[in-house]
């Protein structure tokens, strides 16, 4: 599988834990579950949380829209109580799609000046970041291996694993 980043990879951004990015007051907001963050949250005890909607399943929201695990400081109740978090969750500002075999990872810029997040332009460049979203794809089982293409003049080495 190769990867396309779609995205300007000298950004920046650190999570501020402002849990704009949680939904707060967004009505269409819903979360994807990957089938084994369901088994999980089944494992938890917390399978009330899940709903189903065709093949895919969601977190539910609270009233304001804001995910239902999302407490008053701001905070996940799912990372406090049991040191998880949904993979979905864990690689924001980044969002992905697997298009004939190709992981493109791209930045929601819509959503993300929706939710008004205040991250960018703080922490670590949005390239140095990468790995992190292929690791997390990796634990939900949906990556079992990627390759980049990369601009090295030999061409044995323009493909590397």
Same mark, same amino acid.
């Given at each position: 599988?190769?990867?396309?980043?779609?995205?300007?990879?000298?950004?920046?951004?650190?999570?501020?834990?402002?849990?704009?990015?949680?939904?707060?007051?967004? @009505?269409?907001?819903?979360?994807?579950? +990957?089938?084994?963050?369901?088994?999980?949250?089944?494992?938890?005890?917390?399978?009330?949380?899940? !709903?189903?909607?065709? #093949?895919?399943?969601?977190?539910?929201?609270? $009233? @304001?829209?804001?995910?239902?695990?999302?407490?008053?400081? %701001?905070?996940?109740?799912?990372?406090?109580? +049991?040191?998880? +978090?949904?993979?979905?969750?864990?690689?924001?500002?980044? #969002?992905?799609?697997?298009?004939?075999?190709?992981?493109?990872? +791209?930045?929601? !810029? &819509?959503?993300?000046?929706?939710?008004?997040?205040?991250?960018?332009?703080?922490? @670590?460049?949005?390239?140095?970041?990468?790995?992190?979203? !292929? %690791?997390?794809?990796?634990?939900? $089982?949906?990556?079992?291996?990627?390759?980049?293409?990369? #601009?090295?003049? #030999?061409?044995?080495?323009?493909? &590397?694993?």
């Amino acid at each position: 599988m190769y990867f396309i980043p779609c995205f300007d990879p000298t950004l920046r951004f650190e999570c501020m834990k402002c849990g704009n990015c949680c939904g707060r007051n967004l @009505d269409m907001w819903l979360l994807e579950l +990957y089938p084994t963050e369901v088994n999980v949250l089944k494992e938890m005890n917390l399978e009330k949380y899940i !709903i189903k909607k065709g #093949s895919h399943y969601f977190l539910a929201r609270k $009233g @304001d829209g804001s995910c239902i695990f999302l407490n008053e400081d %701001n905070l996940c109740e799912l990372r406090l109580e +049991y040191d998880w +978090y949904p993979v979905n969750c864990r690689i924001f500002p980044f #969002s992905t799609r697997i298009v004939n075999d190709m992981l493109v990872i +791209y930045l929601n !810029i &819509k959503y993300i000046k929706r939710v008004k997040c205040n991250g960018f332009g703080k922490g @670590d460049m949005l390239g140095a970041q990468v790995d992190k979203v !292929i %690791n997390a794809l990796r634990e939900v $089982g949906v990556l079992k291996d990627y390759f980049v293409v990369t #601009s090295s003049s #030999s061409s044995d080495d323009n493909l &590397k694993r």
